[in-house]
């Protein structure tokens, strides 16, 4: 039931803060130690690679995921487009080990490289949204991401639940292998700053109506930008945007911008920049400077700390490997409100459905 809400999406991007309070409660104890399955962590500790697997929204959370396991774990992580590796399975390490990321544990693309790592006999993790779903019933392991159901096709607080489960894992697993970063990553203390700065984000609704009636309403194309985790998120505020909104927009790498995208730029394409990240927050400024004097309309999300007075949004501070559970917010709330001003069905966009159950 979506009460006194217009659509589903923005009530479902309202609870993400309650969805980060429950996974704390869900998977971590009172000293922020996290509750994970130690038979689950051995088989994961006795990998020499991490394989991460998704479609859309949660493909763009194992871009995230790789980070936080690679920096809290020390295993090398690859992140694979479930259609893609169904069919070109690359040359594998010895002992890999393998997370499906889905929602709702029913994508098809995803279950076919799962129905393949089975029969190779290799071990699975599903981290899944809905229990007794296909993926979650036919791994080695699995766990659930207890965001309640998400009716709205957008996906939103499965995305972040993904994000901040896996910083969880990620941390669990670091901690089992004795590594000091991962024992110093206080989890607990900064879920509780990402669910309050969530709150403050989804409580400026009335500027983010505004900025996507100024900006986003218009224009046919639009790009987000950032370098690293940045370039991810920017990756799924681009989805997004597109899928909802049917504005083409794209996210890209800013670094690339010179290298063919700049040629797309024209006076008042909107250029969402994400600067959440202290080595690369200069370079991607440059970038917006560079396609400013193309005649872009340039708007920032930028983490308090890197903030400049001009910056359209800012971000209140975490650790920076969980700046996308922030910065992705507002985009979500651009891609709705510009969905909403167009007067479209926010939850169901065309040609789309909640879960894709062909190949
Ligand atoms: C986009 C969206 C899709 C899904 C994708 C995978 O907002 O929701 O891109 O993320 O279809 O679905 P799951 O996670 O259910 O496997």
Do not use: C
Not at 291 to 316: E, M, N, W
């Amino acid at each position: 039931d979506k009460g006194t809400y217009p659509f589903y999406m923005l009530k479902e991007v309202d609870e993400q803060p309650v969805v980060m309070r429950k996974l704390v409660q869900e998977y971590l104890d009172d000293e922020g130690i996290p509750k994970i399955d130690p038979k689950l962590l051995a088989q994961m500790k006795a990998a020499d690679r991490l394989y991460i697997v998704g479609a859309g929204t949660s493909y763009h959370a194992g871009l995230i995921g790789a980070r936080l396991f690679e920096r809290l774990t020390g295993i090398s992580t690859q992140v694979f487009i479930s259609s893609e590796f169904a069919y070109e399975q690359p040359i594998m390490a010895a002992k890999p080990f393998f997370i499906f990321l889905t929602q709702s544990g029913e994508t098809a693309d995803s279950r076919e490289v799962l129905v393949n790592v089975k029969k190779q006999g290799w071990p699975s993790l599903t981290i899944t949204n809905v229990p007794k779903s296909t993926l979650s019933r036919e791994a080695s392991f699995t766990l659930l991401l207890h965001a309640g159901p998400e009716i709205s096709v957008a996906s939103t607080k499965a995305y972040t639940a993904q994000v901040a489960f896996q910083a969880i894992l990620a941390k669990a697993l670091g901690m089992a292998m004795n590594k000091e970063n991962a024992a110093n990553f206080d989890i607990k203390q900064q879920l509780g700053l990402v669910a309050i700065g969530m709150q403050a984000i989804v409580d400026s609704k009335d500027e983010l109506e505004s900025i996507a009636s100024r900006y986003l309403s218009q224009p046919r194309n639009a790009f987000y930008i950032g370098r690293g985790i940045d370039w991810s998120v920017a990756l799924e505020s681009a989805l997004k945007l597109k899928e909802i909104s049917y504005v083409q927009a794209e996210g890209f790498a800013s670094g690339e911008l010179k290298h063919g995208t700049i040629a797309l730029i024209e006076d008042k394409t909107p250029v969402i920049g994400i600067i959440t990240q202290d080595r690369t927050a200069n370079l991607t400024r440059s970038n917006l400077q560079e396609v400013v004097s193309r005649g872009a309309s340039v708007l920032t999300i930028a983490s308090k700390h890197l903030s400049q007075p001009d910056d359209t949004i800012v971000l209140p501070d975490v650790d920076p490997l969980l700046s996308p559970l922030l910065s992705v917010v507002p985009a979500q709330l651009l891609a709705y409100y510009t969905s909403l001003g167009k007067g479209l069905d926010v939850d169901k966009p065309r040609n789309l459905a909640k879960s894709v159950t062909v190949q």
